[in-house]
């Protein structure tokens, strides 16, 4: 297969599935408001914490955007362990991840990926949860903004501020109005954030699959050690959960373990460099040794497990990649990826929206 064709492949492939996930995070963002999460992520102990990180999982927020989120649930009163796993279980899996998992993984691996990212935040939070604030920097005071635009540095830089940027309304927008302004967030901030990033995962993809023999990724990536490197490389080097999958899904064809995959894409989605220095500045150095402990055991130990069950269910990975491209006529993925395209290019979007009444 020329890498050209891999790339088209797997653009077409992703593409309807893409809008459907997008479609499902501007519903999320329209009716998920954030004094309702705090309510919800209020309290301390294993419940909390649980509650934090399934509600934080199909919520359209990479990890620059869950932080003012995440420190507002703090600094509003909800306690470290559940602030942990909010931070960690939004950005790891969300609904236009997910949708975009399915097509290009399968239905094992994305239940794996959603599975996994539930259950890092829970037992990273647990053990953030268990530290005291002993040993922590000045502290920063409430008024403060944790973090500018500029210091995310990753593919999220114009969602970064969203969550704590948006003024306080006077009245409440009525259900219509809320609808119009998430979809118009998820398919311009959300797209916007991810468009870039998303291409090169596709042309790492494209490359994987067109160029690099199965058999030699498949002799280095499985394993243990394969795995620590995996997540040693991931947690600093940020992308976005939704621009992971498609270089996911080139490892998986070319040859790496399903386990190994897992690893990626649980380490990279979940945290940044910016993230780190903000963790450390709010919760002190024990805290982010019990943050990084988590992440990296949990990715670890969870890829290992995924290993031994694909095994021990001896699954075909690609066959259920076919069958899930099978489900679509070609004709509908083609839609899907002119729609993506046209909606991803800047200059076409606003032609678009000049002939579209919009409430902003």
């Not at 088209?8 to 999460?37: C, N, R, T």
């Not at 114009?158 to 302004?181: F, H, I, K, M, Q």
């Not at 901030?189 to 058999?215: C, F, H, K």
């Not at 075909?316 to 491209?325: G, L, S, T």
Request: with cysteine; charged share 10%; hydrophobic share 55%.
């Amino acid at each position: 297969m020329s890498l050209l064709n891999a790339i088209l492949a797997v653009a077409l492939s992703a593409a309807p599935w893409l809008l459907l996930g997008l479609v499902m995070a501007g519903l999320i963002k329209a009716l998920v408001s954030e004094a309702l999460l705090q309510r919800w992520v209020g309290g301390q102990g294993l419940g909390s914490i649980a509650r934090a990180a399934v509600i934080g999982a199909p919520l359209p927020l990479c990890s620059c955007g869950a932080i003012p989120t995440a420190l507002a649930m703090y600094r509003g009163g909800a306690s470290r362990g559940p602030a942990t796993a909010f931070l960690i279980g939004t950005p790891g899996i969300g609904v236009d991840s997910m949708a975009i998992t399915y097509a290009l993984l399968g239905p094992f691996m994305a239940v794996a990926r959603a599975t996994s990212a539930v259950l890092t935040a829970i037992v990273t939070g647990l053990l953030v949860g268990r530290t005291v604030p002993t040993d922590m920097p000045t502290s920063v005071p409430a008024d403060v903004e944790p973090e500018t635009e500029d210091s995310c540095g990753s593919c999220c830089a114009s969602g970064c501020g969203d969550a704590r940027d948006t003024p306080a309304e006077s009245a409440a927008p009525g259900l219509a109005s809320r609808l119009a302004d998430g979809l118009y967030y998820a398919f311009t901030d959300i797209l916007d954030d991810i468009s870039l990033w998303l291409l090169v995962g596709l042309l790492v993809a494209g490359g994987l699959i067109a160029l690099v023999p199965p058999q030699q990724l498949a002799a280095l990536g499985s394993g243990l050690g394969a795995m620590l490197v995996m997540a040693v490389i991931g947690i600093p080097l940020y992308m976005c959960a939704t621009a992971a999958t498609p270089i996911a899904a080139g490892l998986l064809l070319a040859g790496v373990s399903p386990g190994t995959v897992l690893v990626f894409l649980i380490a990279a989605p979940v945290t940044s460099l910016a993230t780190l220095g903000v963790f450390r500045r709010e919760m002190g150095n024990r805290a982010l040794v019990a943050y990084l402990a988590g992440i990296l055991a949990s990715a670890v130990l969870l890829g290992l497990g995924v290993d031994a069950v694909a095994s021990w269910w001896q699954l075909d990975i690609a066959r259920q990649i076919e069958a899930v491209n099978e489900l679509l006529p070609a004709w509908v993925e083609w839609v899907g990826l002119v729609v993506l395209v046209g909606l991803a290019v800047k200059p076409l979007r606003r032609t678009l929206a000049g002939h579209l009444p919009h409430h902003a």
